[in-house]
């Protein structure tokens, strides 16, 4: 896992699940995400808005990232996402020069993590048992805000 230990990517987890497990008591979509500096510092930590605030651009990365606010440079940081991340938050990652992306889980859902480290970003997927059980319960009990977070139309 290169020079990132499994402990420190999951403390830096753990700030994206309590942002998943916030948005889900909003009556969101349990996806969290935080954007750390080189140093450790979590810069901006956030989840999915998309149904609180009726945005369909405000997914846990691009929330985490407005959060942490305009940075001189994103060479360093690091995106930790709940969930691998999509093709428009892998194109975030990418588009900044974001080095490395933590992924709680990739079991519900399989993103772009694997595009990511073809072009260079450091991937690190830890199979969270906890992320992953979070979004089975979600897509069970909301199929519906799934698939439109998801993009997908589930009527044949």
Known sequence: MSGLSVDIAREWLAVAVEE???GLSEGGIPIGGALVAADGTVLGRGHNRRVQDDDP???GETSAFRNAGRQRTYAGTTMVTTLSPCWYCSGL???FGISRVVVGEATTFFGGH??????GVEVVL?????????????IADRPDLWFEDIGVDPAP
């Not at 830890?126 to 979600?138: A, H, N, Q």
């Open 114 to 119: 694997e595009w990511l480290a073809e072009h």
């Open 93 to 95: 990652v990418r588009q």
């Open 57 to 59: 651009s405000m997914h």
């Open 126 to 138: 830890l199979d969270d048992p906890e992320c992953i059980d979070l979004m089975e319960r979600f």
């Open 20 to 22: 998943a497990r916030l």
